[in-house]
């Protein structure tokens, strides 16, 4: 069954460096790939979407990469600010069925001043 | 717009208790889902409606009903409330069609629900 996998729980950096995450799948070849944040007690937010011919895109301070060899998808925020401080989650289209999507279990990022 | 508003935020329900999680979105969207999430788990499918009158399991459907009788409203109903199924539950709603560019789905606030 597919499955997808975000690197780690939990993420600290200090303000102003770039955070990476990380968000790996397997079996399965999504057509693209979304990014959300969720702040405590609120539901995810969509952030960027990334499609399976692009390999960055960017948005703001924001930019992912999708590669479709490694089955990986690399979240950067860059010049990180404690506001950035927040579960951030990926997702694929969940098959063939459109509107269903399949989360990972989300890294929480905490950006210290 | 109000966007996808659920309610209650907070219920707290007794073994074998059923209720209704309700869910309404006012942006003329055609599919509609539950999540449910749990920690360490993620979100975690359990139901989603492509239109009114059209609904299908998810990942985790056991214990849950639904039903789209209109576009704007997707209620959850638990029929006897066991204490697995104490989560926080997330509704969400999309544009409908095929096409990438409508994918991005829109999120409730969610109702932490607890069954003793």
């Known amino acids: 069954s597919q499955k997808i996998e975000q690197n780690s729980e939990a993420l600290n950096i200090q303000e102003g460096k770039t955070a990476t995450l990380t968000c790996n799948y397997t079996n399965y070849s999504p057509a693209y790939l979304q990014w959300y944040r969720q702040d405590p007690g609120r539901g995810p937010v969509f952030l960027l979407l990334i499609r399976e011919n692009e390999k960055e895109k960017r948005k703001e301070r924001l930019k992912v990469t999708f590669d479709t060899t490694l089955k990986q998808s690399l979240f950067h925020i860059t010049a990180s600010q404690p506001a950035d401080s927040a579960t951030y989650l990926c997702a694929l289209p969940g098959g063939t069925s459109y509107g269903k999507l399949t989360f990972g279990q989300g890294t929480i990022l905490t950006v210290h001043p | 717009n109000a966007g996808v508003t659920q309610t209650p935020k907070f219920q707290v329900l007794k073994t074998g208790q059923s209720m209704t999680l309700q869910c309404a979105q006012d942006?003329?969207?055609?599919?509609m889902s539950w999540y449910r999430q749990d920690p360490g788990m993620g979100l975690r499918l359990i139901h989603y409606?492509?239109?009114?009158?059209?609904?299908d399991q998810g990942e985790v459907p056991n214990g849950y009903n639904v039903s789209r009788s209109t576009t704007e409203d997707f209620p959850l109903r638990l029929l006897s409330a066991a204490p697995s199924q104490t989560s926080v539950y997330f509704c969400a709603s999309r544009v409908g069609g095929a096409s990438t560019s409508t994918d991005t789905q829109y999120f409730g606030p969610g109702t932490r629900l607890t069954v003793l």
């Open positions: 409606s492509v239109g009114a009158g059209i609904t």
């Open positions: 942006m003329n969207h055609e599919y």
